[in-house]
């Protein structure tokens, strides 16, 4: 009897330090996982840790007398296992499939950073600014240009994207940067309804001047059967009329679109193109962000092979440059600089310098000089379609 007390005391020992045991090793793994950011594994990670705890009770206070039971116990685990292997499998696939395009590194954009990437002139520029530069602002999209404009007009030296006269931001924190008379220009596409009551209400009214041109663009995964879809057909899927791609000659899949956040510039264009027409609410896991940093950012659609996305032509063709997916026909036109140029893409739109009631005395001037042959050369050389041809 004393033989088997002290047996059952020394089992309950092993089975008391091996629960803390396994508890601070299971612990130290679930901080490591949340401070990477892998929180999806932890509901695997405690119920193995449960099962092998389980498993090692169950051998110590044998338990496991017969076959059965130890098919039992097996079963049991192995399902629960398997059931909170869902969620981490599931995420594994999800990062297996890549983003539209990759890290997009602006300094490569940088005035005056060889080698060079932006447009030159082949002569000097007509104008030159050597102080009181204007502050420029924008679209990641249009920082090349802008940055080229700059590269000719402005003194050398060096101009962060981050905080300098020609800085790089989303479009959203653009127009708010020129509201708040942080910046003297930015270069952007058409403002929203709501971008324009923000400045309304700050009391600032803001002067668009067209500079250029450029193709809204609709694109799918390579593989997608469909070539290209009418205005129509875009504007039922996203308003949620069509949900298959079977119903615009695709395979039967369901269709996810993607959209971007409020206040960018092409959620404003898609905006604009649905006309009286509403615009579903998209899930929040098909509304992408950009990056939070300014030096590199992502244009994160997740190319599923059911996916549609949209963007703007000069920035997945030149800047992304993805060959996984492919650019839609919209009505039957190709979107491509001749198409933008004789005005048969139908979504094409202007781009433009918005300015408010700056003080600086050379914002019109570069204004002008942007509008002039040699501005509008390096509208066309560094790949956007002039408005002054």
Known sequence: MDERKESLRAKIFYAFF????????????????ALTGNIYYIATLITGAIALYLFFIFRLFNFFTTKKRTKWFLGIMGIALAISAITPVKKMYENSIPTVGAELDIWEYQPFIEPLKIATLEEEASLKITDNLPKMDGATALYPLYASFAQAVYPEKTYEPGSSE?????????????IQGKVDMIFVAQPSQEQINHAKRNGVELKLTPIGREAFVFF???KNEVDGLSIKQIQDIYSGSIKNWQNVGGSDDSIRAFQRPEGSGSQ???QNLMGETPLMEAPTEDIVNAMDGIIEEVAQYKNYKNAIGYTFRYYSNEMVKNDQIKLLNINGIAPTK?????????????????????????????????????????VEKTGYVPIHE
Do not use: C
């Open 268 to 270: 404003t264009a898609l």
């Open 166 to 178: 020609v800085m790089v931001n989303t479009t959203p924190d653009a127009y708010n940067n020129l």
């Open 338 to 378: 001749e198409n933008i140029r004789n005005n048969q893409y139908p979504i094409a739109s202007e781009y433009y310098v918005i300015t408010t009631n700056t003080k600086n005395p050379y914002v019109d001037e570069l204004i002008e000089w942007i509008l002039s042959p040699q501005g509008q050369e390096l």
């Open 18 to 33: 091996s629960l803390i045991g396994l508890s601070m090793i299971t612990f130290f793994i679930l901080v490591v996982l």
């Open 220 to 222: 799918v995964h390579q």
